[in-house]
């Protein structure tokens, strides 16, 4: 009878000696803060074209159900696609950072969100704090070179410093204005 040998691949690493100058860079000065920027451009009814600097478009629409189009994610899949991300970036940096790698990592988001103000064009009377996501859950399936508590350990840091988790814990102050 012969043995069969395991054969783990591993994720792509991230650079390492990088992530450390960065984290370094933050703690030298730990209020600084980049800015992210977005053009968006309404192609007709819902269908939407975000441009970020030096990509194609990130297309958002919503479906038939909701008069959009249905030709790509709606804004509230976009917003779970933005945390998947950046949970993901997370618990990349985190596991580089402690040294453990990655062989699988997968995230499944979903969100609970009624429409029921039909974007305030004459459904139900709701205040800001009544709309929006009721409750996001995310299931993590993560693997490496570590026992499942080191990942579990990870996944938890990853979640406590995730900006994009953070930004929809916590409020935030928004403005929105009509251009020059």
Same mark, same amino acid.
């Given at each position: ?80 696609? *933005?945390? %998947?991300?950046?949970? @993901? ?8 950072? #402690? !040294? /453990? =790698? ?15 103000? *039909?974007? %305030?064009?004459?459904? @139900? ?8 996501? #009721? !409750? /996001? =859950? ?33 409020? /935030? ?8």
């Amino acid at each position: 009878m012969s043995e069969t040998a395991k054969i783990t691949t591993y994720l792509r690493p991230i650079d390492r000696e990088g992530l450390l100058k960065f984290a370094e860079k933050g703690k030298a000065n730990p209020n600084g803060q980049g800015t992210n920027k977005v053009h968006t451009i309404t192609d007709g009814q819902y269908r939407t074209l975000s441009y970020v600097e030096g990509h194609e478009p990130v297309v958002v629409d919503e479906p038939l159900h909701l008069f959009g189009q249905n030709t790509a994610p709606a804004p509230g899949e976009i917003v779970l696609s *933005a945390l %998947g991300g950046c949970l @993901a970036v997370g618990i990349t940096a985190v596991a580089t950072y #402690r !040294q /453990v =790698r990655l062989s699988k990592l997968e995230l499944w988001l979903e969100g609970d969100i009624g429409n029921t103000a *039909a974007w %305030g064009a004459g459904g @139900a009377e709701r205040r800001p704090e009544e709309m929006g996501f #009721r !409750q /996001v =859950r995310v299931r993590v399936n993560v693997e490496g070179d570590a026992p499942r508590e080191v990942l579990n350990e990870i996944v938890e840091h990853a979640n406590y410093f995730s900006p994009v988790a953070n930004t929809l814990r916590n409020p /935030v102050p928004l403005t929105v204005t009509l251009a020059d």
